[in-house]
């Protein structure tokens, strides 16, 4: 079975033969059960968190009313913050321009920054499993994009002034997406798209709130490969994403 082989090239074959959670509720995911989604639960990050104290943004925003290869081409020569002088290249985002998912990392490492392509390698091979255990693809409804553009020195955490500089194109991003769900991958992403500190154990099973489009918080895949554990909790989140869609789309 197709979704077997996904999830165990995930780590989570054996987790869900555990007695205390009952079969259908984790394979099923194909068969959306709005009812059992915590949609009254949601919660302002606020209620949960203190506001991030980060850098203001950078006045005189490089992206207002761009389209999409005006961003593009903005992005590819940006100078706005120090990272320019050590990147290959800057690393817009990937996928379907009018699609349903928008899913958000921290910055491009170093085999992003060669290819010009948010997820490759061990973490974005992760990412493309996670996607297709819920019956998505790259590039099919789905957009990748990151906090950051240019890859930060030895893959550390971007800078507030960093992530400042780029919020913009983020920004800009969203609102040529127009997306139905958010999905912020890992603490750094979580924290640039809400402004607020942010703790993945208590953000995770909510929808929260991006200039009101709803945004779910969950672990970055490359965390996923070093905490082998978390990946059960990674598709829980899955699963709750899968669950919320349908009643998000207005159609």
């Not at 490759?120 to 789905?142: E, H, P, S, T, Y």
């Amino acid at each position: 079975m197709e979704r077997t082989r996904i999830l165990r090239e995930m780590g989570l074959g054996p987790v869900w033969k555990l007695r205390a959670v009952p079969a259908e509720a984790v394979l099923d995911v194909g068969e959306p059960q709005p009812a059992s989604i915590p949609l009254a639960e949601s919660v302002p990050v606020a209620d949960l968190n203190p506001p991030l104290a980060t850098a203001p943004a950078m006045p005189g925003s490089p992206a207002t009313g761009m389209g999409w290869a005006e961003l593009a081409a903005a992005v590819s020569s940006c100078r706005r913050c120090p990272l320019c002088q050590t990147r290959k290249q800057a690393v817009l985002g990937v996928g379907d321009v009018n699609a349903d998912w928008l899913f958000v990392g921290e910055g491009p490492g170093a085999e992003e920054d060669a290819r010009g392509e948010p997820f490759v390698g061990q973490a974005g091979k992760l990412l493309d499993n996670m996607l297709a255990a819920i019956g998505l693809r790259r590039g099919q409804n789905v957009y990748i994009a990151n906090a950051v553009k240019c890859r930060p020195p030895e893959n550390r955490t971007p800078t507030p002034e960093e992530v400042a500089a780029c919020r913009p194109y983020l920004e800009r991003q969203i609102e040529l997406l127009q997306p139905k769900l958010i999905v912020a991958l890992g603490r750094p992403a979580a924290q640039t798209l809400l402004q607020a500190e942010v703790k993945i154990a208590a953000a995770r099973g909510k929808l929260h709130d991006y200039r009101g489009i709803p945004l779910v918080v969950t672990y970055h895949p490359a965390y996923l490969l070093r905490t082998l554990l978390d990946k059960a909790k990674a598709w829980e989140d899955l699963c709750f994403m899968k669950r919320s869609m349908p009643t998000l789309r207005g159609d």
